[in-house]
C-alpha cells in the first residue's frame, strides 16, 4: 500500500468514526476520557519506556536542550496530562446546545444546534502531551482526530495513541475517532493536505515554518495559530509603575510562549522618564533590549535595534524598544509588525483607550494589563487547542466551543413557501 | 504592468481601505448604501446602455435562455437592486457588538466584540445584480471587497461599480472600499486566489465548476456556498397529505434554487398509497419522476432513475425517487448523496423527528416543513450573501455577522500573570 493509499483508508475511518462521535452521549465521552487517564497512568513506565528510545535518538541528533525538554516525559510530565484530560472531561459539553431559538411570523421555529465538525486534522512537532491533549479536545466536542507528530516523538506518540483507542473503544466510542499516522515519512502530510474530501478542519501548531507550508499547500481549511509578536505600549498619561510591572510581566515571566510581550513602545513625552526606569527593570532578568535612535541616546545600554527587531517574535529575553511620537504611531506599527496576537496599552487617557482597543487589529487587546493573559484557561474557556491568530471561524483562544460548527435546527406544522 | 501586479495593486488598495472601514459610523456606512440607491436610479439609462451591450454580444454567442435572464437588466431589476441596498442600510450594524463581557475573578473584563473580517473577495457569474448586492453587505459589515464578476457582464459591473464607488466616496467611506476587476482575462481569478497576503475570505457563487477550482486553487480561506441536493423524507407515519404539499412546494414553486428539493424519499410502508397521490400531484407542474425499481413497479409513469440521479441537482422539473426501508436508510441516504443544504422530514413519530434532526448533516434540518426556506430572509437575518454549505466559520444563510470576526477586548487594572 502507497502511503496515499494508506492516509486515504485511515482518514475513511476517521469519517465513519466522525458520523458515530456526533451522537456519542456526554457520560460515555467523559468516561473515555477517565478511562485514558487512570491508562496513561497504569502503564506510565511502557510510556516512559518509549519516550527513552526517542530521547537517545534525539540526543544522538545533537537536538537543542530546548527540543530535548519539550520531547521528554517523566513520571510528573504524565501525571500531569492525565490531570489535563480529567479537566477536559468537567468542562461542559457544547454539543447539543441549541442558541437562539426563535419562532418566525410564518410559525417556523427556527435555533442553532451546535454540532461538531467532524474531522479534524492536528500537525504538531515534538511534544507528545500534544497527541493526548488534542485528542481529549477532539473527544469531548465530539470530532474525530488525525494525529501527525513530530517524527523525533514518533515511539512515544506511538504508545499513547494506543493507550487512547484501547480505552475510548472500552468507553464504548469507534476507536478510530483517535488515529496517529503511524509512517514518520513526510510524504504523508503532503498527501493528508489534500484530503478535503475528509477532512474538515487542519491546525498546524508549531513555528511558523510548519504553519506557512500548511497554509500554502492545504486544500482543507486551516487555522492558524500561535506566532505571537506582541507590544505593550506605554501612553503618555500611563501610570509608569504599572507600566513598569506590566512589562516585566509580559516580558520575563515565560519569554517562550505566544503570548509574551516582544516589543515596547513607548510615547515620546515620557521616554526620558520611563526609559531608565524599565531599564533597570528589566535589567534584573538579563533582558537584552534593542532600541531605536532615541531610545539608545537616553539609555547607552540599550542596543541598536535593526529593522528586522520590530518583525521579531524572539521568545527569549530580548525586547525591542521603539519610541513614538502618538497613540497614531504606535496604533500603525503594532498594525503593521504585529502577528494579530495580543497588545497592549498603558494609559490613564480614556480616549487614548477606546481608541487603541478598537483600531489594533489583533485577536485579543489589553488596557492595562499583561498580554500574558491570552489562554483558554485565563479566559474562562478552559483547556485549549491553540490561540488562534486568523479572523475566520474563531480568533483568540480556542477551546470545546471552537471546535464546533452549528446546523439550524427547524420545527415546523406543514408550512410551504409562496 | 502584469496582470499579477495589477491584482496585487488592487488588493493592496483594499486592504488600506479595509483599515479605514472597520472604524467607519454605522451612519456614514448607511449614507452611503442610500446614496448608492439614488444613483443607479439616476444613471439607469447609462446602466441599461451598458447591460444592452453585454446582451447583444452574449446573444451573439449563443448563450441559453436562462443565461441571458440572468444577464439581462431592465428599470424593474434595478429598482429592485436600489431597495436592496435601502433594506441593508436598515438591518442592525453588527460592528462593535459586545458579546459575552465577563470579569473573571482577578478583576479582567473579557468581552467579544464584532469586528470586520476585513478583505472578502467575491467571484461570481453571470447575475450584474450580484455586483450591487455582495458590495452593499460587504460596506454595511465594514469590510472592503475585491468584486470579479463574468465576463459577460463586464460592461454592465463596471457601470454598476463605477456608480458604487462614486457615491461611497461621497459619503466619507475610502473609495476603493469596493472595487471591481476590470480585467476578464481569466488569469486574474488564478492570481487572486493566491493573494492569502492581502484577502481575508473568498466567496465563490456559482455553479459546482467554478466553486470546486477556487477551493482547490485558493491559499485563501473560502466559503462554499450553494449547491444543493436536498431531500424530502416522507416517514411512515407522515399525514400524507402534508408531505405531498410540502413536496409539491419544495420541488416546483422556484425549481431553479438551491434549496429545491431535488429528491424524495419514501418509506415502504406507505409507499404504496402515498406514490400515487404524488405522482398527481407533482404530474400537474410536468414533473418527471425518475424512480427506483420499487416506485417504478407502483406507478409504470415513473422512469427509471440511475445511480448517478441520488447525486444530482437537477435546478429543473425533475426529481429522484427512492422507497427506503426505515428511517435509518433515509438518513444514511441524505448523509451519502447530500450536499449538507437543507433536508426535511414529514412526520409525526416524535423519536423519529429528533433523530432526523440530530443525525442528518446539513446546514438546515426540517421537520414539517419545505427546504425552500433556507435563505437569509426567510430566516431572519435579512438580506445574504450566500447559503454555506461547510461548517467551517459560517453554516447556512450567511447574512451581515457572518461577514465579522471578533476580537477579545480586555480592561484591565494592573493585572499581572503570575
Chains 1, 2 share one sequence.
Not at 39 to 45: D, I
Amino acid at each position: 500500500m502507497s502511503i496515499r493509499e494508506e492516509i486515504i483508508k485511515q482518514a475513511e475511518k476517521s469519517k465513519i468514526a466522525a458520523g458515530q462521535m456526533a451522537n456519542i452521549s456526554t457520560e460515555k465521552k467523559n468516561s473515555a476520557l477517565y478511562k485514558i487517564a487512570a491508562g496513561l497512568l497504569e502503564r506510565s513506565e511502557e510510556i516512559l519506556e518509549a519516550n527513552k528510545k526517542d530521547m537517545e535518538k534525539a540526543k544522538n541528533k545533537n537536538l537543542s536542550k530546548a527540543f530535548l525538554d519539550r520531547l521528554s516525559l517523566d513520571e510528573n510530565r504524565i501525571k500531569g496530562i492525565a490531570e489535563g484530560l480529567k479537566e477536559v472531561a468537567e468542562l461542559a459539553d457544547p454539543i447539543g446546545d441549541i442558541l437562539e431559538m426563535n419562532r418566525r411570523p410564518n410559525g417556523l421555529q427556527i435555533g442553532k444546534m451546535r454540532v461538531p465538525l467532524g474531522v479534524i486534522g492536528i500537525i504538531y512537532e515534538a511534544r507528545p502531551n500534544v497527541t493526548v491533549d488534542a485528542a481529549a479536545l477532539c473527544i469531548k466536542s465530539g470530532n474525530s482526530v488525525i494525529l501527525r507528530g513530530g517524527s523525533s516523538a514518533i515511539n512515544s506518540n506511538k504508545k499513547l495513541a494506543e493507550i487512547i483507542s484501547e480505552n475510548i473503544k472500552k468507553a464504548g466510542l469507534p476507536a478510530k475517532a483517535v488515529q496517529l499516522i503511524q509512517t514518520t515519512d513526510r510524504k504523508a502530510v503532503k498527501e493528508l493536505l489534500t484530503l478535503n474530501e475528509y477532512l474538515d478542519l487542519l491546525i498546524p501548531r508549531g513555528g511558523a515554518e510548519l504553519i506557512n507550508r500548511v497554509v500554502n499547500e492545504s486544500k482543507i481549511p486551516v487555522i492558524q495559530t500561535g506566532v505571537g509578536n506582541c507590544h505593550i505600549f506605554v501612553d503618555e498619561s500611563a501610570d509608569l509603575q504599572m507600566a513598569a510591572k506590566i512589562t516585566e510581566n509580559a516580558k520575563t515571566s515565560r519569554p517562550a510562549v505566544c503570548n509574551a510581550a516582544e516589543s515596547l513602545l513607548i510615547h515620546e513625552n515620557i521616554a526620558e522618564d520611563f526609559i531608565p526606569k524599565i531599564v533597570k527593570v528589566l535589567s534584573k532578568h538579563q533582558v537584552e533590549i534593542r532600541g531605536d535612535k532615541t531610545a539608545v541616546n537616553i539609555d547607552d545600554s540599550i542596543k541598536d535595534a535593526e529593522e528586522s527587531d520590530w518583525d521579531k517574535e524572539y521568545l527569549d529575553y530580548i525586547i525591542s524598544l521603539k519610541v513614538v511620537d502618538d497613540l497614531e504611531e504606535a496604533i500603525n506599527h503594532i498594525n503593521k509588525y504585529g502577528t494579530r496576537h495580543s497588545e497592549a496599552i498603558v494609559t490613564e487617557n480614556y480616549t487614548n483607550s477606546q481608541r487603541f482597543l478598537n483600531e489594533v487589529d489583533a485577536a485579543a487587546v489589553y488596557v492595562n494589563a499583561s498580554t500574558r493573559f491570552t489562554d483558554g484557561n485565563m479566559f474562562g474557556l478552559g483547556a485549549e487547542i491553540g490561540i488562534s491568530t486568523q479572523k475566520m471561524h474563531a480568533r483568540g483562544p480556542m477551546g470545546l466551543k471552537e471546535l464546533t460548527s452549528t446546523k439550524y435546527v427547524v420545527y415546523g406544522q406543514g408550512q410551504r413557501r409562496e
